[in-house]
């Protein structure tokens, strides 16, 4: 099956060269299934010296449908709901490409943890409070970050 090659060859690649402050751990059992770590960043942020897991499926349509990829950590984000959904662009139905590689959608959740995209939320009441009460917002996700 094409799908499982795929992810094979991408799990080599980031074996090899893995994206800073990211960790992937495949399931030894079904290589469709990454357990995946984004530390937080390293400069001053809500989010800094977080340690935020993820889990990626990767379904039998893939790369030709994005892999489903949900945070098991909780996080105080407007484009992460309480799930663990995620709202970011190129994992949107309508904007996934199947040339789209797994090191570019770590690196840009990486990204968007530490710059978050209000107008697109997926939280509208957090993007609020993110675009009126900037120091409420951090303060709340910083507490998050802690736990």
Same mark, same amino acid.
Request: overall charge neutral; some cysteine; charged content about 25%.
């Given at each position: 099956? #094409?799908?499982?090659?795929?992810?094979?060859?991408? @799990?080599?690649?980031?074996?090899? !060269?893995?994206?800073?402050? &990211?960790?992937?751990?495949?399931?030894?059992?079904?290589?469709?299934?990454?357990?995946?770590?984004?530390?937080g960043p390293p400069r001053p942020s809500p989010y800094h010296g977080g340690k935020f897991k993820l889990n990626v499926e990767?379904?039998?349509?893939?790369?030709?449908? #994005?892999?489903?990829?949900?945070?098991?950590?909780? @996080?105080?984000?407007?484009?992460? !709901?309480?799930?663990?959904? &995620?709202?970011?662009?190129?994992?949107?139905?309508?904007?996934?490409?199947?040339?789209?590689?797994?090191?570019?959608?770590?690196?840009?959740?990486?990204?968007?943890?530490?710059?978050?995209?209000?107008?697109?939320?997926?939280?509208?009441?957090?993007?609020?409070?993110?675009?009126?009460?900037?120091?409420?917002?951090?303060?709340?996700?910083?507490?998050?970050?802690?736990?």
């Amino acid at each position: 099956m #094409a799908s499982t090659r795929r992810v094979q060859k991408e @799990l080599a690649e980031l074996m090899n !060269d893995p994206p800073a402050n &990211i960790s992937v751990q495949p399931n030894e059992v079904n290589m469709s299934q990454w357990e995946v770590t984004i530390h937080g960043p390293p400069r001053p942020s809500p989010y800094h010296g977080g340690k935020f897991k993820l889990n990626v499926e990767f379904g039998l349509e893939y790369p030709f449908k #994005a892999p489903l990829i949900k945070f098991k950590t909780k @996080l105080y984000h407007p484009n992460i !709901d309480s799930d663990g959904s &995620i709202c970011m662009g190129m994992l949107k139905a309508e904007e996934w490409k199947p040339s789209t590689k797994m090191h570019m959608v770590f690196v840009a959740l990486y990204d968007l943890i530490e710059n978050p995209n209000p107008d697109d939320p997926l939280v509208s009441s957090i993007a609020e409070q993110y675009r009126t009460d900037r120091s409420g917002y951090d303060r709340k996700a910083a507490e998050y970050t802690q736990k």
